[in-house]
Every structure is written in structure tokens, then in C-alpha cells.
Nanobody, 118 residues
Framework: VQLAESGGGLVQPGGSLRLSCAASGFIFSSYVMSWYRQAPGKARELVATIGSGGGSTDYADSVKGRFTISRDNAKNTVYLQMNSLKPEDTAVYYC????????????WGQGTQVTVAS
């Protein structure tokens, strides 16, 4: 099983980034996919979630209207489009996969750093 995040980097406030998470080793379409983030000295927090079929999404209040989660089950990939980035969005962003029924089957990526600074 592997979740490989990419797309992080340094961006100025107000800018945009698109994170990708490529999955392998499991049946991607059977898993709910989420993005989490962890800032220095803070607990990991849930940013966005998308259902296994892609029809339902949910967002943390802090990112609603700015971030969009999507998935392509044909490519086994989940995305996080981040617009209007703020310095407080600076964190390591992690991809998470959780089986839609058997929740004990859950996997994490290694994380990608997003830094918002001028």
C-alpha cells in the first residue's frame, strides 16, 4: 500500500497550490479519501474528505470556500486545490485513505510541506 503526496511548496499569501495523492496497493474506489494537515506544535487536523464515489465532500470551516477536494478513481488519485492561501495554512499536508465500511483499514501518506509566506 502506498499513498504518495506531491505538489507542496512555497507560495505567497493569496496564491494557489494543487496537491495530489497517488494511491496504489488497494482498491481505491472503496476508500474514503481525506486530507489532513499538521502545523508545528499543533495537532493534526482534518481539512477535507471525499466519499468513495466522489459524490460527497466535507470541509473544515477554516478552508470552506477556498479549498476543493476531488478524486479521479480511474487514476487512483485524490486532489486538493487550495486557493486564497493564508499564512495559517502553512503545515505538512497528509493524504489518508479509509475503507468506507471496514474503518480499521486506513493508510497514511508521508506528507508534503506547504508554506505560505511572503
Amino acid at each position: 500500500v502506498q499513498l504518495a503526496e506531491s505538489g507542496g511548496g512555497l507560495v505567497q499569501p493569496g496564491g494557489s497550490l494543487r496537491l495530489s495523492c497517488a494511491a496504489s496497493g488497494f482498491i481505491f474506489s472503496s476508500y474514503v479519501m481525506s486530507w489532513y494537515r499538521q502545523a508545528p506544535g499543533k495537532a493534526r487536523e482534518l481539512v477535507a474528505t471525499i466519499g468513495s464515489g466522489g459524490g460527497s465532500t466535507d470541509y473544515a470551516d477554516s478552508v470552506k470556500g477556498r479549498f476543493t477536494i476531488s478524486r479521479d478513481n480511474a487514476k487512483n488519485t485524490v486532489y486538493l486545490q487550495m486557493n486564497s492561501l493564508k499564512p495559517e495554512d502553512t503545515a505538512v499536508y497528509y493524504c489518508n485513505a479509509r475503507h468506507w465500511v471496514r474503518k480499521e483499514y486506513a493508510y497514511w501518506g508521508q506528507g508534503t510541506q506547504v508554506t505560505v509566506a511572503s
